[in-house]
């Protein structure tokens, strides 16, 4: 298994504080925003770790992170000149995931719960983490069956189908690469993730899990306030780095 970090974008929803440096090195109480998805890989075992940046911050990615000798794995690091979505990670990432199942986590989301066993045990297909939310319509929103079964995922639709979202956690075996390739843009202009889950989805190789704990998209002001409250009183005793 390896894993992606996704942390590229210009944040501008965070403006003027991401003028001068990437949202994902803001601090969250005591350590960078980037600290909280990189100890959910490192706790799960995963020791080839690429992070995928904008261009003007790599330098600062470099500055703070360095190889990954400081936390015993090993960091590779690529460019995504400009956002094209999320399933582009996996095209810019297609040398470094190999024949290798893989795990990308975003740079800007915190999560409570430990996915070790998910992220350990996993063999083959697509994986993904979804979470009531109370504005559904900003996010990829799961169908259910009767069952519990996943039938459809659908990307911010005006009228959704469950309160359910896909979290920023994904496993996805190497035809990963194949799937992204083989997406269209959206009319945002981007490849979607959805996109890429509805590809597994279709084949019947996607489980959709539930995540148990808290999970924050620190995105916004007002989350990134959310985020260093629950940081300082919940993660301090589940952080390996």
Not at 1 to 25: D, E, H, Y
Not at 49 to 73: H, T
Not at 187 to 207: A, F, S, V
Not at 229 to 234: G, L, P, Q, V
Request: aromatic fraction near 10%; charged fraction near 30%; charge should be neutral.
């Amino acid at each position: 298994m390896k894993g992606i970090i996704l942390s590229g974008g210009s944040a501008t929803r965070l403006r003027p504080c991401t003028k001068v440096t990437s949202k994902q090195l803001l601090p969250v109480y005591n350590r960078p925003m980037i600290y909280y998805p990189l100890n959910t890989l490192i706790k799960a075992g995963i020791k080839e770790i690429l992070i995928i940046v904008a261009p003007e911050r790599a330098g600062d990615y470099l500055n703070l992170l360095g190889s990954g000798k400081e936390f015993g794995v090993k960091f590779t690091y690529e460019i995504q000149d400009e956002p094209k979505g999320l399933a582009e990670a996996f095209i810019i990432g297609e040398k470094f995931i190999d024949e290798d199942n893989v795990t990308m986590i975003l740079g800007d989301n915190i999560f409570e719960d430990d996915f070790s066993q998910d992220i350990k045990s996993f063999k083959s297909g697509g994986k993904v983490f979804a979470k009531k939310v109370h504005d559904p319509e900003r996010f990829g929103i799961v169908e259910f069956d009767k069952k519990n079964k996943a039938i459809s995922i659908e990307e911010k639709p005006k009228s959704p189908k469950s309160n359910y979202c896909v979290t920023g956690l994904y496993i996805y075996d190497s035809r990963v690469i194949e799937a992204a390739k083989s997406l269209k843009p959206s009319k945002r202009g981007e490849l979607e993730i959805t996109d890429l889950n509805n590809w597994y989805l279709e084949k019947g190789e996607l489980e959709v899990a539930m995540v148990k704990g808290e999970w924050i998209d620190a995105g916004t002001f007002d989350s990134l306030l959310r985020a260093q409250n629950f940081a300082k009183e919940k993660m301090q005793d589940k952080m390996v780095i």
